[in-house]
């Protein structure tokens, strides 16, 4: 199925990135290759990488390994198969793992990467592609939310079990679920960019608040409540998480656990995280309690 897609070039910045499906066992070793620059994954001390026979497998099964090349240099990835869900059995597309270089990124290759799973998708007739990601990685928030038009309905604690990767050593592997609904109407709108997702936060209760320490600069947890009922309702999350985790290993886990409460609670509560905001040098969830379908059909 890896050949329903053609090859195609986007221009992310200066660079004219090609992407297409990986189909050899050769190209599944220089996945391997990203695996370790980007994640550490095969070094002393980290787990182990995918390894390319079973991404071959992948490939050759139905599934999707999908390359962005530079010239001749591959310098990211994307990994998914065919799944389907747990109770209603919906079949999707399972996004396991995607990474770009350190020197691609904020070009939107990433970005790329889950157009060209959505095309897969399409053309395998699904329309739901899942994946999970940590939630108080804002950049990935802003990615997954705001630029591709996907909503969170589940939040798993440590869902990885100890997972060792420089990233992820010596904190819990929280996840949430990213559901892609990629016929909708607010997914169509948010990539033709006939949408700005420009909701109106201002003023909307917070269950969070974040405040740096004047002195430290360290960001903390200045409010925390649990007692909101709104429709509509802000969490604010640390805009780098990524150094404070491995600056302030104990203030990141603190946030971790209250940021897990927070949304275990709301969650189970009807709401869903449907948008993600950078403002005013804050970086916050929309959380809102109107009908998925509701939601999906707005932009």
């Given amino acids: 199925m890896a050949d329903l897609l053609p090859e195609r070039t986007v221009q992310t910045g200066k660079q004219a990135i090609r992407l297409r499906a990986l189909a050899t066992i050769g190209e599944m070793d220089q996945v391997v290759d990203l695996e370790e620059q980007i994640w550490g994954y095969g070094a002393p001390g980290s787990d182990s990488p ?19 090349f530079d010239g001749g240099d591959l310098v990211g990835f994307a990994l998914g198969w065919l799944g389907s869900e747990n ?4 079949p999707y597309l399972h996004s396991q793992l995607m990474g770009v270089l350190p020197a691609y ?23 739901l592609i899942k994946w999970t990601f940590d939630p108080l990685l804002a950049a990935n928030a802003h990615l997954n939310l705001k630029k591709l038009g996907s909503v969170i309905r589940s939040y798993l604690p440590n869902y990885y079990g100890n997972l060792q990767s420089r990233f992820t050593r010596g904190i819990a592997s929280d996840r949430v679920w990213v559901s892609w609904f990629v016929k909708s109407q607010r997914v169509r709108g948010r990539i033709d960019r006939s949408s700005s997702s420009a909701s109106t936060v201002a003023g909307l209760p917070r269950a969070t608040r974040v405040k740096p320490d004047p002195i430290s600069g360290l960001v903390r947890l200045s409010g925390f409540r649990l007692d ?7 969490v604010e999350v640390p805009g780098d998480f990524s150094t404070l985790r491995r600056t302030e290993p104990k203030l990141a886990r603190e946030w971790q656990r209250k940021i897990r409460e927070i949304f ?12 993600f905001f950078f403002m005013d040098g804050r970086s916050a969830y929309l959380l809102d309690r109107s009908p998925l379908p509701q939601i999906l059909n707005s932009e």
């Fill in 228 to 234: 909101l009922d709104s429709k509509r309702l802000l």
């Fill in 105 to 127: 990124r904020s070009h939107g290759i990433g970005y790329h990467l889950k157009l060209f799973q959505r095309d897969y998708a399409l053309d395998s007739g699904l329309e």
């Fill in 50 to 68: 995918y390894p390319a026979r079973a991404l071959f497998a992948v490939a050759e099964s139905g599934g999707l390994v999908a390359g962005a």
């Fill in 264 to 275: 275990v609670h709301y969650l189970n509560r009807s709401y869903c995280a449907s948008d």
């Fill in 87 to 90: 109770g209603t059995q919906v």
